[in-house]
């Protein structure tokens, strides 16, 4: 642990760490304790020889305005409008003080594409309704979760679970 008290990365490599445990988690990138992050260019920084990335967002971050539940709106925003393009009249709109939808965060996630799995973290804090509409939205299978809760489970394909 480093003097701020932060974790910190180990003395030795990581690959020398593989012989000795089944799993190493590293945390590649913080997001200054918002739940929802924009990623620079350079992030996040994923050692050499990762077998697997998993994505981690806080569902309480839906519904609250941009500047307030993610860290790096100005890129949020950018890759929102970008992608919107397509459909112009929705994307005049947008600013810092919309709230993030379920379709933004997804959107987002998949333009962005850095990840293998997502765990949604913070489901004690969405509304079936809500969890249902980012399913839908996101199209790919999905963890939620509650670490305060202690739960999680996994989301199948939203089409999977249409009658």
């Known amino acids: 642990m480093a003097e701020s008290g932060k974790l910190s990365p180990p003395p030795v490599p990581w690959k020398d760490l ?8 590293i945390e590649a990138d913080g997001s200054k304790r918002l739940p929802l992050k924009a990623h620079a260019p350079w992030e996040p920084v994923i050692p050499e020889g990762n077998a697997r990335t998993i994505a981690v967002i806080g569902g309480s971050g839906l519904g609250h305005p941009i500047k307030e539940a993610v860290h790096r709106p100005e ?20 600013t810092e003080r919309s709230p993030v939808t379920e379709e933004m965060a997804a959107l987002v996630l998949e333009r962005e594409a850095l990840f293998d799995k997502l765990l949604l973290n913070q489901a004690d804090s969405l509304s079936a309704s ?4 980012f399913a839908l939205a996101f199209q790919r299978p999905f963890i939620a979760a509650s670490l305060r809760e202690n739960y999680c489970f996994p989301m199948p394909l939203a089409a999977d679970c249409q009658p």
């Open 130 to 133: 809500s969890l249902s509409r």
């Open 18 to 25: 593989l012989p000795y445990a089944d799993y190493i988690l």
């Open 75 to 94: 890129l949020f925003l950018s890759i929102l409008r970008e992608k919107l393009s397509e459909n112009p009249s929705g994307s005049e709109a947008l």
